[in-house]
């Protein structure tokens, strides 16, 4: 049933496992988008192989529990950002809670990618940094002219202050 609600929503690729071991398997070989997990399962009540699947960077996780489990594993499962909805499942309660999935995956998204994005910048200044105390120390210069200095080579060369960095470095570290 849900692999019928999924196919409109635009979902690439199902991949449909019957035990917590083999789905665990997979998400070992591969990463996932979404996982939904229609607890109980053969070998697991399911809770476990959500936390599990919740640990990985970006996958978000829908579980589907039995109502009468539905508030302890909801207050569990919640702290981890997994979605939890009651059986019987109700179509527009489970395309709203896989509406909030994509959404959530969608920001985390793009937080990962500015994440990504300043920790270049500050590595950037690290290297620089780094270069302008080579200057400072053996060529004497200032603060301000070191920074000058690496700043009019990223100019004229037509390249970033990075990469000025980065040849001074490699120029005089060894000294």
């Given at each position: 049933?849900?692999?019928?609600?999924?196919?409109?929503?635009?979902?690439?690729?199902?991949?449909?496992?019957?035990?917590?071991?083999?789905?665990?398997?997979?998400?070992?070989e591969r990463d996932f988008d979404l996982?939904?997990?229609?607890?109980?399962?053969?070998?697991?009540?399911?809770?476990?192989?959500?936390?599990?699947?919740?640990?990985?960077?970006?996958?978000?996780?829908?579980?589907?529990?039995?109502?009468?489990?539905?508030e302890a594993v909801s207050a569990v499962?919640?702290?981890?950002?997994?979605?939890?909805?009651?059986?019987?499942?109700?179509?527009?309660?489970?395309?709203?809670?896989?509406?909030?999935?994509?959404?959530?995956?969608?920001?985390?998204?793009?937080?990962?990618?500015?994440?990504?994005?300043?920790?270049?910048?500050?590595?950037?200044?690290?290297?620089?940094?780094?270069?302008?105390?080579?200057?400072?120390?053996?060529?004497?210069?200032?603060?301000?002219?070191?920074?000058?200095?690496?700043?009019?080579?990223?100019?004229?060369?037509?390249?970033?202050?990075?990469?000025?960095?980065?040849?001074?470095?490699?120029?005089?570290?060894?000294?």
């Amino acid at each position: 049933m849900i692999s019928e609600l999924l196919n409109p929503a635009y979902v690439c690729q199902i991949i449909a496992v019957k035990t917590c071991g083999e789905a665990r398997r997979l998400l070992l070989e591969r990463d996932f988008d979404l996982v939904i997990i229609d607890a109980p399962l053969k070998d697991e009540t399911g809770e476990s192989l959500a936390l599990h699947a919740a640990s990985r960077e970006m996958t978000q996780v829908i579980l589907i529990v039995r109502r009468e489990f539905f508030e302890a594993v909801s207050a569990v499962c919640e702290k981890e950002g997994i979605l939890t909805i009651e059986k019987p499942v109700n179509r527009y309660i489970f395309m709203s809670a896989l509406s909030l999935a994509r959404s959530v995956y969608n920001r985390m998204k793009k937080i990962q990618t500015e994440n990504a994005q300043l920790r270049k910048r500050i590595e950037d200044i690290r290297i620089v940094d780094r270069a302008k105390c080579i200057l400072i120390s053996l060529m004497s210069m200032s603060e301000k002219e070191a920074h000058r200095y690496i700043e009019k080579q990223a100019m004229d060369m037509r390249i970033t202050k990075r990469a000025v960095a980065e040849r001074i470095l490699k120029t005089y570290e060894d000294l």
